[in-house]
């Protein structure tokens, strides 16, 4: 089951519901995130519950119920993982020391929950777990991440980027592992761009430069109504490549760049995806550095979540956020879950000693972060 977080309402990113809930709207995401889990545990169940009476029991006619299975009396076990902020907000941690620095948790470690706690209408004897965070606003899923990829067992160094408001980095092997979370801002999704917009029908999801012309890719064809992310990532490419937009970021001659229909893409535009890039790719070379390398050495450079399925790795190398050859770029798709679900299966007190073995970097206390920063946020000449 799949579904927008209902706590969206209230802010569209993390840090948006932090300060929400530090205005004394945390018992309100609370209550919305886990009635919406909740919710999907149940329609999970009672689906499967129909599906496998419907295969069991001999055709009767339509007008007659089929009853349920055992499946929902069967449950044991329910394994979450997520952010940081998402970790606290359906454990009932107080939020507080993640609104300000150092941003880092209290008590950061695997949460155990009744589905009496929940207000869920579960078996009690049902174990409801929210794995472990790594440190800061690095969660359980980018733990899950490490696990799915096989990062922690790897004896060549291997790195991990999920993109998203908060980019998290995980960089390492199994001698050792470091990770952080950048503030890259939300232009990789869409938001804070002129015409930006999800990935959703009307979207330029592709742009190619062909002939010394620009084309592009509508999501559901028709008229294109915006862009989202990939199609940022693309226009920005190919605008280098027409020499449109200078390394610097400035634009050539114009403050626009007409891409299709009515959507273009702004100067505020660039500069936004300079943020974000520049965040994520100074994340991943302070990580490496710090493990005596260069980003030559990573033989295996995974991108998690559904934007790391979609971004063309061409595009992505081209304004700089990959600076590894694209062979060994690898995406990775939805890591969270995966590793979610070889956890329902696994020593729950291995996962634990993962975990503890990621060491949280804080790239702000660094102090050759800002000229490092500053360095990425320029585009390759």
């Given at each position: 089951?799949?579904?927008?977080?209902?706590?969206?309402r209230?802010?569209?990113?993390?840090?948006s519901?932090?300060?929400?809930?530090?205005?004394?709207?945390?018992?309100e995401l609370?209550?919305?995130?886990r009635?919406?889990?909740?919710?999907?545990?149940k329609?999970?169940l009672?689906?499967h519950?129909?599906?496998?009476?419907?295969?069991?029991?001999?055709?009767?006619?339509?007008?007659q119920?089929?009853?349920p299975?055992?499946?929902?009396?069967?449950?044991?076990?329910?394994?979450?993982?997520?952010?940081?902020?998402?970790?606290?907000?359906?454990?009932?941690?107080?939020?507080a020391?993640?609104?300000?620095?150092p941003?880092?948790?209290?008590q950061?470690?695997r949460a155990?929950?009744?589905p009496?706690?929940?207000?869920?209408?579960f078996?009690e004897?049902a174990?409801?777990e929210?794995?472990?965070?790594?440190?800061?606003?690095?969660?359980?899923?980018?733990?899950a991440?490490?696990?799915a990829?096989?990062?922690?067992?790897?004896?060549?160094?291997m790195?991990?980027?999920?993109?998203?408001?908060?980019?998290?980095?995980?960089?390492?092997?199994?001698?050792?592992?470091?990770c952080?979370?950048t503030?890259?801002?939300?232009a990789?999704?869409?938001?804070?761009?002129?015409?930006g917009?999800?990935?959703?029908?009307?979207a330029?999801?592709?742009?190619?430069?062909?002939?010394?012309?620009?084309t592009?890719?509508?999501?559901?064809?028709?008229?294109?109504?915006?862009?989202?992310?990939?199609?940022?990532?693309?226009?920005?490419?190919?605008?280098?490549?027409?020499?449109?937009?200078?390394p610097?970021?400035?634009?050539?001659?114009?403050?626009?760049?007409?891409l299709a229909?009515?959507?273009?893409?702004s100067?505020?535009?660039?500069?936004?995806?300079?943020?974000?890039?520049?965040?994520?790719?100074?994340g991943?070379?302070?990580?490496?550095?710090?493990?005596?390398?260069?980003?030559?050495?990573i033989q295996?450079?995974?991108?998690?979540?559904?934007?790391?399925?979609?971004?063309?790795?061409?595009?992505a190398?081209?304004?700089?956020?990959?600076?590894?050859?694209?062979q060994?770029?690898?995406p990775?798709?939805?890591?969270?879950?995966?590793?979610?679900?070889?956890?329902?299966?696994?020593?729950?007190?291995?996962?634990?000693?993962?975990?503890?073995?990621?060491?949280?970097?804080s790239l702000?206390?660094?102090?050759?972060?800002?000229?490092?920063?500053?360095?990425?946020?320029?585009?390759?000449?």
């Amino acid at each position: 089951r799949t579904a927008l977080n209902a706590q969206a309402r209230h802010g569209g990113d993390i840090m948006s519901r932090v300060e929400f809930a530090m205005h004394g709207g945390q018992a309100e995401l609370q209550r919305l995130v886990r009635e919406q889990l909740g919710q999907m545990v149940k329609e999970l169940l009672e689906s499967h519950a129909g599906k496998a009476g419907r295969d069991a029991l001999p055709r009767v006619p339509t007008d007659q119920q089929v009853g349920p299975t055992k499946s929902v009396e069967e449950l044991r076990r329910v394994v979450i993982v997520g952010n940081t902020v998402m970790h606290h907000l359906f454990s009932g941690i107080n939020i507080a020391p993640l609104s300000a620095y150092p941003f880092e948790p209290k008590q950061p470690g695997r949460a155990k929950l009744s589905p009496r706690e929940l207000a869920w209408n579960f078996p009690e004897s049902a174990l409801v777990e929210f794995l472990p965070c790594l440190g800061g606003f690095v969660g359980s899923d980018i733990l899950a991440g490490i696990v799915a990829t096989g990062l922690h067992e790897s004896r060549e160094l291997m790195a991990l980027m999920d993109l998203g408001t908060n980019g998290e980095v995980v960089v390492g092997n199994r001698e050792r592992m470091l990770c952080t979370s950048t503030a890259a801002g939300p232009a990789f999704e869409g938001a804070r761009i002129w015409m930006g917009m999800r990935a959703a029908t009307g979207a330029i999801s592709a742009v190619q430069v062909e002939d010394n012309f620009i084309t592009c890719r509508v999501i559901g064809g028709g008229e294109p109504r915006g862009l989202c992310g990939s199609g940022l990532v693309d226009a920005v490419a190919a605008g280098l490549e027409l020499e449109w937009i200078h390394p610097s970021g400035r634009m050539a001659n114009r403050t626009e760049m007409p891409l299709a229909g009515p959507v273009l893409l702004s100067a505020t535009d660039v500069r936004e995806l300079q943020l974000a890039k520049g965040a994520i790719a100074a994340g991943l070379r302070m990580l490496t550095a710090r493990l005596g390398a260069s980003l030559e050495d990573i033989q295996q450079l995974h991108l998690a979540g559904a934007f790391g399925n979609y971004i063309s790795r061409s595009s992505a190398q081209r304004i700089g956020l990959l600076r590894v050859p694209l062979q060994r770029v690898l995406p990775a798709g939805n890591t969270a879950l995966l590793g979610a679900k070889r956890a329902l299966f696994e020593d729950a007190t291995s996962w634990d000693t993962i975990a503890k073995s990621v060491e949280h970097v804080s790239l702000n206390e660094d102090p050759n972060f800002h000229q490092i920063y500053a360095e990425e946020m320029g585009f390759p000449g």
